[in-house]
């Protein structure tokens, strides 16, 4: 069974810093990988995917890796601002064309807090 | 184009009652999937809908049940309520087999609380 795993649980920094999130997954044998946004009570807006085949994808200020063979993504935000703090979710989908494509596993996710 | 929609947004029922959420896909998503996100956790889950059949399910009793309807949009059943159903209950919708990106689009989510 998959089981996704994030680091750290929470996270708080003054604006204008670089992070790094953390995201590991038991199984390598995965479709694609998506980094998830939640703001409190909310629902889920897709901030980045990469497929297996591919080794990062960049969309503004954000970029994430993926390395397969050892079940790990990095979400990397640069200069964090106040309007970046929610929770990032991190999820995988199987590599199995038939009954478990389009599943998603998720990790419990990293709390973010940017403070001015 | 109108992204993934849910109803209600809100829930409040009482234990052994009966809920029903409903979900509308994204345009041109053929593919409708559930989870349940307790406070704290990530999303679990629930069951996907493609073709108007359950193509699979995660590990949810038979309370949970769901629908898909010709137009692509789902209801979520949940019978004799537990306080531990209590969740914000989210529908994702994507293309299914015909999506190479497989890239899943989630709604704002209806908050169940049963007392």
């Known amino acids: 069974k998959q089981e996704v795993t994030q680091i750290p649980a929470a996270l708080s920094v003054p604006e204008g810093e670089n992070l790094v999130l953390n995201c590991s997954f038991t199984d390598s044998a995965i479709y694609n990988l998506q980094w998830f946004r939640q703001d409190p009570g909310k629902g889920l807006t897709s901030l980045l995917l990469?497929?297996?085949?591919?080794r990062e994808q960049t969309s503004g200020r954000l970029n994430a890796s993926l390395d397969k063979s050892s079940g790990r993504s990095t979400l990397y935000i640069a200069a964090s601002q106040p309007g970046d703090s929610a929770t990032y979710l991190c999820?995988?989908?199987?590599?199995?064309?038939?009954?478990?494509?389009?599943?998603?596993?998720f990790g419990r996710g990293t709390q973010l807090t940017v403070w001015p | 184009d109108a992204g993934v929609t849910q109803s209600p947004t809100h829930l409040i029922k009482t234990r052994g009652q009966q809920v029903t959420l409903r979900c509308s896909p994204k345009?041109?998503?053929?593919?409708v999937s559930w989870y349940q996100q307790a406070l704290g956790q990530g999303p679990q889950f629930i069951f996907q809908y493609y073709e108007e059949e359950e193509r699979q399910r995660g590990n949810f009793p038979d309370r949970f049940s769901g629908h898909q309807f010709p137009n692509y949009s789902s209801e979520l059943n949940v019978n004799a309520l537990l306080l531990g159903d209590s969740a914000l209950y989210l529908c994702a919708s994507s293309l299914g087999d015909r999506g190479r990106r497989n890239e899943q689009f989630f709604g704002p989510g209806t908050r169940l609380t049963v007392l």
């Open positions: 999820a995988v989908s199987s590599a199995d064309r038939g009954s478990t494509l389009g599943r998603l596993y």
């Open positions: 990469i497929q297996s085949s591919q």
């Open positions: 345009s041109g998503h053929d593919t």
